[in-house]
């Protein structure tokens, strides 16, 4: 009901970090592609088939040294019904290698469809007696602009099922500011926000001082996610925005408690295309993706260190 | 690139109102869910089958009356893959019939990620060469909270494939002034996020006045969709909440310019459970929601010649 999981594999892999799945197809190595489309043809199933065999090789190269996956609902939508089978195998797959996994699809709504969309991401549904967990995630992140309405419904799901969600507080992208670091009643709506998402997870409280209900905090705002940090002591927090969205090391830092716990970092694009960036052999494309994620987990824990002296 | 489309529909049918396809397994006759299972088995194929089939007769029953359907995806993806199937059936068959289609996403990222998005709900992918449309539905609900990194990237695809979009601006539900109604800057949120949309809207110029960026605005805050229909001339409003959320008539009066246009009312419902309500053999279901439709659509015609004379 907290994501008490979530932190238990991060100690466990001494590693803060979520490995996120957004695969285009640009990403993909072409002997994969290749083998898909020469099986599905030039197709939605092709494109779902070299998806999941892409993702499954991530996995695979992965799961030991990363705690969690964030595959991104929209490039699996991309392709249709074709690629929402794709993104179940994939969650079906990580969490079978023991991975916890984050759906990203900021889904919002109230009342009764949130609680078809908790049921569908994060709990189970029953047809006629029979119940069938659609895509199973650990976490889904979710966007709080239509209030409590739209929270209250997944909290349940997430003690029932023991999940968690990231409530959008302050995002990565350069236009976040527009609406979300306007003063709204004398301090920022982010921190409105970040204010909700305490009061939201106190129902569902965890043994390392974290509730269920995180936060996503964007890493290409330093001061806002030390400020953040500060301010909302039990929300634990999901940082994009570190790597291709010119976040480094050093400004992750302050998303991290005294503990060095608190925050898991985002990274897709790096690991994901790590083959091309190395200019390695594409059949070599899961070692590099390795090879980047120990990069990273080195770079992180060094950045700890440096942070805890300074 | 407008609402045009929508809006040539509405004044063919005059008839202002989208019907809401968010099929529970509730809401559908016995008949029709035996039969499916029978087929498929109580599963996710099962029930994603009942739903196709419940839908393809409400539509059979209100093409010609009414303009729009608006499914609402949780409902979908509720039955997993099989369920996301369903949507795109049901999106193909409702178009085929001639209706608008107004995918209920309330989807929201930023860059790529939207990217992806727009074109699944509302563009074409690219496989090798293949061009597919994922879903293809007319017109897409989003929200705004991420800023214009999260619409930009919609826009584009709208001009490209003339479609539209509706942004979350005041929601229908009891908590939307949690965020929604404080004060930004001096005036409300909600007010902030219209205000948006009609500079989002103004590269989507439309004949009839109005953008291909719509606006979400609930039917049970009257006098904030009077307000904003004064504030926002370009922004065509989609209204929820009418019927069981509470919302008469009366309340989205408001909703309309002076010559009738600027806003479609969404029942889900009531039109879907019609054959409950009255009574009737469950084998008449399709009919009762044609009844209601023809219903509703007397309620607001006559609400509207009030309110013009008023």
């Known amino acids: 009901m907290s994501l008490d ?25 072409g002997h994969i592609k290749e083998k898909a489309f020469a099986r599905h043809g030039k197709t939605l199933e092709g494109a779902a088939a070299a998806i999941l065999e892409f993702n499954k090789a991530l996995i695979d190269a992965l799961w030991d040294i990363v705690p969690a996956v964030k595959p991104q609902c929209a490039y699996y939508e991309l392709y249709g019904w074709p690629g929402m089978k794709a993104l179940h195998d994939t ?4 969490k079978e290698k023991g991975m916890f996994v984050i759906t990203d699809g900021k889904r919002n709504d109230i009342g009764s469809t949130m609680e078809a969309y908790a049921a569908a991401h994060l709990g189970m549904v029953e047809v006629e007696g029979e119940k069938y ?20 419904p997944l909290l349940e799901t997430c003690r029932e099922f023991d999940r968690g969600i990231f409530v959008l507080v302050k995002t990565s992208n350069p236009s976040s500011g527009e609406l979300q670091d306007k003063p709204l009643e004398g301090k920022p709506l982010y921190r409105a926000m970040g204010e909700l998402c305490e009061k939201w997870g106190a129902s569902l409280p965890g043994k390392y001082g974290y509730t269920g209900v995180g936060a996503v905090v964007g890493a290409t705002y330093p001061a806002q996610l030390h400020e953040l940090r500060a301010a909302l002591p039990h929300t634990f927090f999901l940082v994009p925005g570190y790597g291709a969205q010119g976040a480094g ?21 790096a690991i994901m295309t790590a083959w091309k960036k190395e200019g390695c ?18 770079e992180l824990k060094k950045a700890l260190l440096n942070s805890a002296k300074g």
Chains 1, 2 share one sequence.
């Open 91 to 94: 969650i079906k797959y990580a």
């Open 5 to 29: 999981r979530l932190i238990e594999k991060i100690k466990e892999k001494q590693n803060p970090t979520v490995a996120g799945l957004d695969p285009k197809l640009d990403y993909i190595p």
């Open 133 to 152: 967990a659609p895509f199973e995630g650990d976490a889904l992140t979710v966007n709080g602009y239509l209030g409590t309405d739209g929270i209250a």
């Open 249 to 269: 090391a050093a400004d992750v830092a302050g998303a991290f408690d005294k503990e060095g716990l608190g925050a898991i970092i985002n990274s897709s694009r």
């Open 281 to 298: 052999p594409p059949e070599d494309f899961a070692a590099a993706a390795r090879r980047e994620a120990l990069r990273m987990k080195e």
